[in-house]
């Protein structure tokens, strides 16, 4: 009889550092390549994989991620499959989750529920393709109470990332240590360390064990990551799965083994434009393993004017049903559905949200525009920094930054 797999997605991060994008929806609701939300690919992944019961752990700015996912990710209830948002519910009393292990201590009704022999707990925010399968048989095979996702990255970059430090066998968990600035390097690679990717797959009872006794800790900060994983170290029933050694059906060796975790709006700037070049780095058009979403019935896009230098035309860009490009230019740009280019306006190097209008003759560059932005006639958006800084939001890496319904003066 094979093992029963409950998964739990982890999407109630406030997301502070993604703001003005979370300024009106969760993190995990932001739209992501133009026809999908952050949250598509972890529950893509799942159900790539057939984990079709799966429950999405929701808390902050809630509505348009649960009506996301309740429309679009409607599975079979005939065969008891679903996939559930479950918004915080003060089951234990009146306060929110105080971290990723007490939201599922809030939760263990859940896992009663269903009685499952492992429990999966993925984030919700980050974009990759990863069959989980292969780290549930690692997980099980291994007999280890957890099992912990993780990515090789330089041990320059250890002081960003929860690092795992492995054993001599590469496979057991040492040590679990946040943003370290005396990592050890791998058994097999001394200039790499083991960068936890947030996903987790655990022995149910053993789950459940660890979030009581964490819950009765009044020092802990209730966090996975910080207090779970460590006791599972402690007790030498941590294990850590290797993400090179997943194989996805469709992929390259270009696309193979990407990850991205799009915490701040310089990361999501740059996993988007990942996508725009002739060969991207992350390949959209595997349809052996696709990224569903939900799509509104839209027309198809349209390119219109061909007149002198009024041509409406888009180069290394993604287009999104429902865009007009009339006589305008777009370059290197993801351009969401509804998203309309006036004549003689150009975007270059730039993410256009749902629905955002560019007027006649303006210009934009390196830029985030959220939903139902206007960008008046004549606008220059990127080309002045300062006078940027005292309209919008500008990053480090100086990526102009406008808020979903926020008015644009020329």
Not at 164 to 178: H, V
Request: aromatic share 8%; glycine share 8%; with cysteine.
């Amino acid at each position: 009889m094979p093992m029963k797999v409950l998964a739990i997605v982890l999407a109630g991060g406030e997301g502070k550092r993604l703001m003005p994008l979370t300024a009106d929806r969760a993190k995990p609701a932001v739209p992501f390549a133009g026809m999908y939300r952050l949250i598509d690919f972890v529950l893509s992944n799942l159900a790539n994989a057939h984990y079709l019961q799966i429950v999405v752990l929701t808390q902050y700015k809630n509505h348009s991620l649960d009506r996301h996912v309740s429309r679009t990710w409607r599975l079979s209830s005939m065969l008891g499959n679903y996939v559930t948002p479950v918004p915080a519910q003060q089951r234990l009393g009146p306060h929110w989750f105080s971290g990723s292990a007490d939201a599922l201590f809030q939760n263990l009704n859940l896992i009663y529920d269903e009685l499952p022999d492992h429990v999966i707990v993925f984030g919700a925010d980050h974009i990759y393709r990863m069959d989980p399968r292969q780290m549930v048989e690692q997980h099980i095979d291994s007999g280890a109470d957890v099992t912990v996702a993780a990515i090789r990255q330089p041990i320059e970059l250890a002081d960003q990332f929860g690092v795992i430090e492995a054993d001599a066998s590469g496979r057991r968990i040492a040590a679990f240590r946040e943003k370290p600035k005396d990592a050890v390097g791998l058994p097999d690679a001394p200039d790499q360390i083991f960068a936890s990717m947030g996903n987790y797959v655990f022995r149910t009872q053993a789950l459940i064990e660890a979030l009581r006794e964490d819950a009765l800790d009044p020092g802990s900060k209730h966090d996975l990551g910080g207090n779970i994983i460590p006791m599972f170290v402690k007790s030498g029933g941590a294990e850590v799965y290797d993400f090179a050694h997943n194989k996805v059906p469709g992929s390259t060796e270009r696309d193979r083994g990407y990850w991205r975790d799009v915490g701040t709006l310089d990361a999501y700037y740059e996993a988007s434009m990942d996508l725009v070049s002739v060969q991207p780095v992350f390949n959209l058009y595997n349809d052996r393993w696709p990224i569903y979403s939900g799509h509104d019935p839209l027309p198809p896009a349209k390119f219109v004017h061909n007149e002198g230098d009024r041509v409406g035309h888009a180069l290394d860009s993604l287009v999104s049903p429902g865009v007009i490009v009339s006589g305008g230019t777009a370059l290197r740009s993801i351009l969401s559905p509804g998203v309309v280019l006036h004549s003689h306006s150009h975007v270059e190097d730039s993410v256009l949200m749902g629905c955002v209008k560019v007027g006649r003759g303006a210009i934009v560059r390196k830029a985030i525009i959220d939903k139902n932005v206007v960008i008046p006639d004549g606008a220059r958006i990127g080309f002045d920094p300062e006078y940027d800084r005292q309209r919008f939001t500008v990053t480090r890496e100086g990526v102009v930054v406008i808020g979903k319904n926020e008015i644009v003066d020329r």
